[in-house]
């Protein structure tokens, strides 16, 4: 069992910047391929990024590429999102995500869900 919690969510303005956090209950933290995935309200989920167990690979959304990037510290257990050049079209509750099997783009394949962060880019 893996629990999740996110952290770092706030308010900005745009161009600006935020890190996110997730921080895993899991004692096997690096077994699990991780993702950050969104959702504004009325709109379905998003995918954001992912980065493999060992952290060698990480992919991206084409909307965040070159302005988000993703990491991992395993020894701490907890999964990072560096989230730069901030836009208005970025505000969403933001949830990071744990896969059993591998850094899918479908938030379907992941088996544990944090509750998710606010980021709020204002114009």
């Known amino acids: 069992q893996v629990q999740l919690v996110e952290s770092g969510g706030g308010l900005v303005q745009a161009g600006g910047s935020l890190r996110l956090s997730c921080a895993a209950s899991g004692r096997t933290f690096n077994s699990y391929h991780m993702g950050w995935f969104r959702q504004a309200p009325g709109k379905e989920r998003e995918f954001v990024t992912a980065?493999?167990?060992?952290?060698?690979?990480?992919y991206y959304a084409d909307s965040v590429k070159g302005r988000f990037t993703i990491s991992r510290d395993n020894a701490k257990n907890t999964v990072y999102l560096q989230m730069n050049s901030l836009k208005p079209e970025d505000t969403a509750v933001y949830y990071c995500?744990?896969?059993?099997?591998?850094?899918?783009?479908?938030?379907?394949?992941?088996?544990?869900w944090g509750q998710g962060t606010q980021v709020t880019v204002s114009s």
């Open positions: 995500a744990a896969s059993r099997n591998h850094p899918s783009t479908q938030y379907r394949q992941y088996d544990y």
């Open positions: 980065i493999t167990g060992s952290g060698r690979n990480s």
